[in-house]
Antibody
Framework: QVQLVESGGGLVKPGGSLRLSCAVS????????MNWIRQAPGKGLEWVSYIGGRSTYTGYADSVKGRFTISRDNAKNSLYLQLNSLRVEDTAVYYCARDAGRRFDFWGQGTLVTVSS | QSALTQPPSASGSPGQSVTISCTGTSSDVGGYIDVSWYQQHPGKAPKLMIY???KRPSGVPDRFSGSRSGNTASLTVSGLQAEDEADYYC???????????FGGGTKLTVL
């Protein structure tokens, strides 16, 4: 069955960095675009970034452009998000999600990133 | 502020029907077929319930249906059950720059 498991969240100071990982199984990873979507505490969902199956294409929300970098390793069935220059407003649960064509059909359980001094 | 507008709350009694709206623009909801709805229970990841305006993924009960008129999409839950109580989010493709935008979410309460 399809499984996505995020890791790497934690407490970091403003201006700091963090690297999130998402380990996937149950499908041919390289066949799918993948995404990161976040949810601030008590708030709604916000799309963050996508990456194509061969890493040729990437996209970012304006709120993270230039600070976050998405990548993947198809040999390891893993998706990553490098978070730099973190701000308090980046505090959120970060989900990885499989892209079935501009819709997200499988999600991980999420990993919490807290940016606070 | 979310790109798509949803009512913050909705409610209905067991067995009743409830409809949740999602208003966007011609650059998102009204311009593409890629309108989706997600259900999220507290502390859980979102679950895809409707895609391409009115299609249901395998395993989603047919009590859930979607529609669209102009720039407004709607999710209807018929025959409300206690387990339908959750937050519901709409989303839409919004072009190559913004990719996918979400609504602010609607908390559905089963009375």
């Amino acid at each position: 069955q399809v499984q996505l498991v995020e890791s790497g969240g934690g407490l970091v100071k403003p201006g700091g960095s963090l690297r999130l990982s998402c380990a996937v199984s149950g499908f041919t990873f390289s066949d799918y675009y993948m995404n990161w979507i976040r949810q601030a505490p008590g708030k709604g969902l916000e799309w963050v970034s996508y990456i194509g199956g061969r890493s040729t294409y990437t996209g970012y929300a304006d709120s993270v452009k230039g600070r976050f970098t998405i990548s993947r390793d198809n040999a390891k069935n893993s998706l990553y998000l490098q978070l730099n220059s973190l701000r308090v407003e980046d505090t959120a649960v970060y989900y990885c999600a499989r892209d079935a064509g501009r819709r997200f059909d499988f999600w991980g359980q999420g990993t919490l990133v807290t940016v606070s001094s | 502020q979310s790109a798509l507008t949803q009512p913050p709350s909705a409610s209905g009694s067991p067995g009743q029907s409830v409809t949740i709206s999602c208003t966007g623009t011609s650059s998102d909801v009204g311009g593409y077929i890629d309108v989706s709805w997600y259900q999220q229970h507290p502390g859980k990841a979102p679950k895809l319930m409707i895609y391409e305006v009115n299609k249901r993924p395998s395993g989603v009960p047919d009590r859930f249906s979607g529609s669209r008129s102009g720039n407004t999409a709607s999710l209807t839950v018929s025959g409300l059950q206690a387990e339908d109580e959750a937050d519901y989010y709409c989303s839409s493709y919004a072009g190559s720059n913004n990719y996918v935008v979400f609504g602010g979410g609607t908390k559905l309460t089963v009375l």
